[in-house]
């Protein structure tokens, strides 16, 4: 199991308009998918039995909206460092999260705002087909 080293945290005058995050690739796995429904209290059936999934017409589990959600904070804080403050993050979802896939997470600061010392970031999740979650961040810095 590795572990993520947090960079340190941004300032909000080091951050400038148009600055890329780090992009964050997550392979999904079985494992993950179950453990953070679990983890997250979403029992559906969608997240961990294969047979009731496929029967609904999916091909395989799926990744639940909790942890899509998760991953994007994580994407957020591991760019700007454990002293950021998040103020707004919104999400919307589109293709799924299958087993045997990967998430790669990418993003700009879009906006800066002085009097708040936040910033505004787009980003988005793609997978092998297409955007999994697309979303804004609003977060302050030191």
């Known amino acids: 199991m590795s572990v993520t080293t947090l960079a340190p945290t941004k300032t909000f005058a080091s951050v400038e308009a148009g600055w890329e995050l780090p992009a964050l690739s997550v392979p999904i796995t079985a494992t993950l998918i179950t453990a953070t429904a679990i983890a997250t209290r979403d029992y559906e059936n969608v997240h961990h039995d294969l047979e009731a999934t496929r029967k609904l ?6 990744m639940n909206i909790l942890t899509t959600n998760g991953f994007c904070q994580r994407f957020i804080e591991e760019a700007f460092g454990p002293e950021c ?4 993050l919104k999400i919307k979802l589109g293709a799924p999260n299958y087993v045997g896939d990967t998430m790669k997470l990418t993003g700009t600061v879009a906006a800066k705002d002085e009097a708040t ?3 505004q ?3 988005k999740g ?3 087909m ?6 804004t961040a609003t977060v302050q810095l030191p």
């Open 57 to 62: 017409g999916s091909p395989h589990i799926f």
């Open 85 to 88: 403050v998040f103020k707004d």
């Open 117 to 119: 010392k936040t910033v």
């Open 121 to 123: 970031v787009a980003f």
């Open 126 to 128: 793609s997978n092998s």
């Open 130 to 135: 297409g955007s999994h979650v697309t979303g």
